[in-house]
């Protein structure tokens, strides 16, 4: 089974500064990692994505993650963040070899201000 | 455009009532799955379908019921809905298979439901 965790549930942060939303997750098996953002009154939608290859993942929006697999880590970074970027950030992991099931970690709310 | 599309976005109802809510897809994708979002819990996978007549529970099936008779609709039905149902509803699909389109999944914009 897998689980993941978020340590912050809320980051408030100044527009134009760094962020990092952490994520931590635990498995027994291979796992693909993933971030999804959900903007207000929106569904979900891909970030970026880590299946194989390199550690460091680039995504949509100037964002980008490192894989760390001794820390079990998959921590979403983007170095100068605007207004727009206020949402909820959901990291997820799955199984690579069950079913495309997807575990959410509890989301973490990015709050830009200006 | 490649989509995912719930109806409908938002539902009041009454403990008992039985509903339904459609999904959609247009991208022929073989699973399909419903998610709900509460919280503090991120979301929780309810029940999930590899393909058509295949369905099987996700990690908080109880209360809900699912179809797959076509490859593009999964619809999600609550027989007699209570308050502890009340969430954010979240239908997605996904190709199934190996490789690097394994697992991204294309979310729907939501279902609001709010149960009486």
């Known amino acids: 089974a897998q689980s993941v965790t978020q340590l912050d549930s809320q980051v408030p942060v100044f527009e134009e500064a760094p962020v990092e939303l952490r994520c931590n997750y635990s498995?027994?098996?291979?796992?693909?990692l993933f971030w999804y953002v959900q903007y207000p009154n929106q569904g979900l939608q891909l970030l970026l994505k880590y299946l194989s290859g390199s550690t460091l993942v680039k995504g949509i929006n100037g964002f980008e993650a490192e894989f760390n697999k001794s820390q079990t880590s998959f921590h979403l970074r983007k170095p100068s963040v605007h207004i727009s970027d206020t949402a909820e950030y959901f990291c997820a992991v799955s199984d690579i070899w069950g079913t495309d099931k997807l575990i959410f970690g509890t989301g973490t709310r990015l709050q830009v201000f200006p | 455009e490649a989509q995912v599309t719930q109806n409908p976005r938002y539902l009041i109802t009454v403990t008992g009532k039985k509903l339904t809510v459609t999904c959609s897809q247009n991208?022929?994708?073989?699973?399909m799955s419903w998610y709900r979002q509460d919280p503090g819990l991120g979301l929780r996978q309810i029940y999930y379908?590899?393909?058509?007549?295949?369905?099987d529970k996700g990690d908080v099936p109880e209360g809900y019921k699912v179809s797959r008779k076509e490859k593009r609709n999964f619809p999600l039905i609550l027989e007699s809905p209570s308050p502890n149902q009340t969430s954010l509803y979240f239908c997605a699909s996904s190709t199934v298979g190996q490789g690097l389109a394994k697992n991204i999944q294309y979310f729907g914009a939501g279902t609001r439901l709010s149960v009486l």
């Open positions: 991208m022929n994708h073989e699973y």
């Open positions: 498995s027994s098996v291979s796992v693909y």
């Open positions: 379908s590899m393909n058509v007549e295949v369905t």
